[in-house]
Each structure stands twice: as structure tokens, then as C-alpha cells.
């Protein structure tokens, strides 16, 4: 009450404000302080822009500069042959790592369905003699109603043919011992029917989700992978095409040269048959199976739950016997395809 008296004094007062005005004044303190936090955070934006702004600037006067560098490299005809090996080296590379991507998922997809098979098989093959089991439980089951009933028919009918008074007794006891087997008979009625119940639901139980491909399952895949890798290496021996399209993947094409422009136009040439070899669906995999077993002979693994082998136990490929000008130097003790990551291989492997 003096709270309501107090404020309607204020209001009489000169220069009180009206309740409409201080709402107003809420308001607009609100927004104010909305309109500021919406300000900074166009600031920040706008900040984050100029620095895109400027990355991308200095981006594209890098491709410019390296833009203006290759042509003057590619309009000098003494060295821009080179730069045709290099590009074609990439070609191979590149080729040679999408066919072993594409083999591998196939294996993987192989193995992948041949294991779901084998789960499938193995389910059902439980659920049957579970299934079986239930069978021969149900029957004894079953039986044992069966037997209850009839017992049970022949007590009823031996109760109902005592009569007298002189068969009082007997009736009760001949009256409790067939209750005894009313309830013999129930729980064994009850047993037959929670049998049925749980043999339904097994039957009807689907397989379960396949979890994915095993330890062994992976294994098996990434050795033939590993195998397939070494086969691509030994197939592009030739004038060394396997090292030099790997060196390609650490020089830069200014810093590699591959002797005189006779001996680029062989390598050229060689290219030319390794790129059709590549790109030939019809490939040759003879020979492969004695590889990927040698490998998988071979090959041991740090722990029980690794997938890749140890680098040193799938052995080294001897290197090339007439190596070209530019060959790269490194491993001349032979070439170990998971070392040097040939083929992007380990993109391929299952971890």
C-alpha cells in the first residue's frame, strides 16, 4: 500500500516519466545493445575477409610467378622435353595408383561377401539345431501333457463312479490328488506353450549386422594389395619407369633431368606402352597368386590386431639393371613397396 501511495506521489511530480516512457527507454537500451554486439560481429567478419582477401592475392601472384617460371622453362627446346617425361612419369603414377585402389576394393567387396556368407551360413546353421533342440524339447513336453491329460481323464471319471457315502474319503483323496495333477498338467501345458513361443521367435530372428571384415579378413586383402603393388613395380622395370615415376612424387619437374633428348624420346616411348599396359582392362595376372603367397608366407605383424605388415618382412624387389640418367639413389639396396609408399599404397590398405 505505501509502495502504490509512493509511486503515485512520483508521478505527481514535475517531470516524473510515465511507465510508457521508461519501457520505451528499455527498448531502446535493448537494441542498442544489439545493434552493438551485430556491429562487432560484422567487424570480425569483415577482418576475416581482408585476410582471405589477402591470402588469396598473394596465391594467385604465386601461380602467376610459377605460371611465368614454366613457360619460360617449357619455351627453352633444350629442357622442355623434360618436362614431357616428367608429366608423363606423373600419368603412370597416377594411373598405377587408381588400378591399385580399384583392385583393392574389389578385394575388399570380396571379402566382405564372403564373410557376411559365412556369417549368414553360420547363423543358420546354430539356429538349426537350436531350432531342432526346441523340437525335441516341445515333443517331450508335449508327451508329458499328454500323459497328464489322460491321467487326469481317468481320474475325473473314476471320482465321478464313486458314489455312497461310504466313499466320502476316498472321493477327497482321489479329489486332491487329481487338483495335484490339474496342476502337473497346467505348468506342463504352460512349458509347451512358452516353448512354441521362444522356437517363434528364434525363427523369426534375423541374421545379425555384419560387423565388418576380421583381422585375417584384412589381412588377406592387404597382402594381395601389397602383392599387386610389387607386380606394377617388376612390370614398369623397364628403363627404370617404376623409380622415376616415384621420384616424381618428391622432386620438383625444375630439378629433374633424364639425359639427352634421344634418351628422353625412348623413355617416352616406354611410356607410351606402360600407359596402354595401365589403362588395358584385359590385364595380365599371371603370376600374381605365387606372389601374393610368397608375401603372405612371409609377412609378420607387430601385434595380433595389425592389419599391415611389418615393412621388412614382405622383402625388396631387385632394382632395374640399367638405371637411366635422373633415377632417384635412395634404397639401391632393392625396392621395398610399403618403405617407399609406392602406388599411394597405404591409401589402399585396410587398417
Not at 617425361?85 to 603412370?92: D, P, T
Not at 617416352?268 to 608366407?297: P, Q, S
Request: proline share 3%; aromatic share 6%.
Amino acid at each position: 500500500m505505501a509502495i502504490s501511495r509512493l509511486s503515485n506521489i512520483r508521478q505527481l511530480l514535475p517531470g516524473a516519466r510515465q511507465p510508457e516512457q521508461d519501457e520505451r527507454l528499455l527498448q531502446l537500451f535493448w537494441n542498442r545493445a544489439e545493434l552493438k554486439k551485430e556491429l562487432t560481429r560484422l567487424q570480425d567478419e569483415r577482418i576475416k575477409l581482408l585476410e582471405q582477401i589477402r591470402n588469396q592475392e598473394t596465391a594467385t601472384a604465386r601461380a602467376k610467378e610459377h605460371v611465368q617460371v614454366l613457360e619460360e622453362y617449357l619455351g627453352n627446346p633444350e629442357i622442355a622435353v623434360h618436362a614431357l617425361v616428367y608429366f608423363q612419369l606423373r600419368a603412370v603414377w597416377r594411373t598405377a595408383g587408381a588400378r591399385v585402389g580399384r583392385f583393392a576394393d574389389q578385394l575388399r567387396q570380396q571379402q566382405t561377401d564372403r564373410e557376411q556368407r559365412r556369417q549368414v551360413i553360420e547363423f543358420d546353421q546354430t539356429r538349426r539345431r537350436e531350432l531342432a533342440d526346441f523340437d525335441r524339447r516341445i515333443n517331450d513336453a508335449r508327451s508329458r501333457a499328454d500323459m497328464l491329460e489322460a491321467q487326469l481323464k481317468l481320474m475325473t471319471a473314476k471320482l465321478a463312479a464313486m458314489r455312497g457315502f461310504w466313499n466320502y474319503f476316498r472321493r477327497r483323496r482321489l479329489a486332491d490328488e487329481i487338483e495335484a495333477e490339474r496342476a502337473q498338467w497346467d505348468q506342463a501345458v504352460t512349458l509347451v506353450t512358452d516353448l512354441s513361443d521362444d522356437r517363434t521367435n528364434l525363427e523369426e530372428t534375423p541374421p545379425p549386422e555384419f560387423d565388418g571384415i576380421t583381422v585375417d579378413g584384412r589381412r588377406v586383402v592387404n597382402t594381395a594389395v601389397i602383392a599387386y603393388a610389387q607386380q606394377l613395380v617388376t612390370s614398369l622395370t623397364a628403363g627404370g619407369l617404376a623409380m622415376l615415376a616415384k621420384e616424381t612424387t618428391s622432386k620438383r619437374l625444375f630439378d629433374v633431368r633424364y639425359g639427352s633428348p634421344t634418351e628422353c624420346a625412348r623413355l617416352m616411348t616406354l611410356l607410351r606402352d606402360a600407359l596402354a599396359m595401365l589403362k588395358d582392362e584385359n590385364e595380365n595376372l599371371a603370376g600374381l597368386k605365387e606372389r601374393t603367397d610368397a608375401v603372405r608366407a612371409s609377412a609378420s605383424y607387430r601385434s595380433d590386431a595389425d592389419t599391415v605388415p611389418l615393412t621388412d618382412s614382405i622383402g625388396t624387389l631387385p632394382l632395374p639393371t640399367s638405371p637411366v640418367s635422373g633415377l632417384e639413389t635412395a634404397n639401391r639396396a632393392g625396392v621395398n613397396v610399403l618403405v617407399d609408399d609406392y602406388w599411394d599404397l597405404y591409401q589402399s590398405l585396410l587398417q
